[in-house]
């Protein structure tokens, strides 16, 4: 049996180690497989979202790497490292993502009231499943 296991932090994000002993080459752009970290964004549950069981991500989600339009699911991780998978649209028309089927899950079981707020970050090389983690909920 093989298993593979993928260390995570405390705001549920991947942990990525290098080994201490390989010197670091400079890789050309287009050779390195690359993590995106770098995109966050806020979202507030509201009472329209709960109810079409429906959150759009705002139009910056287009340039994170970690996202593309042939990926059709997202995994939703809360603080405590609870996961949910949710389905992750495309809207040609409003050139927007979108999460569907689960958003309204993962409120209730988190106990969202309306209002609430959440700082999420967006984790994934493009090809795999992506993460979006709770950094903060306010």
């Given at each position: ?21 390989i010197l670091k080459e400079e890789a050309d752009a287009d050779d390195a ?78 106990r969202c009231a309306i209002g609430d707020l959440f700082v999420f970050n ?17």
């Open positions: 049996m093989v298993f593979h296991v993928t260390p995570f932090g405390p705001s549920c994000c991947e942990i990525l180690y290098t080994h201490p002993n497989l690359s993590f995106s970290f770098d995109y966050c964004f806020l979202a507030e549950v509201t009472a329209s979202n709960l109810k079409e069981d429906k959150l759009y991500l705002s139009v910056e989600a287009t340039t994170c790497t970690a996202l593309n339009k042939q990926c059709q699911e997202i995994i939703l991780v809360n603080k405590e490292g609870n996961s949910w998978t949710v389905s992750l649209r495309f809207s040609e028309q409003d050139g927007m993502f979108y999460i569907r089927r689960g958003w309204r899950k993962f409120c209730l079981d988190n967006v984790v994934g090389d493009g090809k795999t499943t992506p993460l979006m983690c709770v950094i903060q909920r306010g």
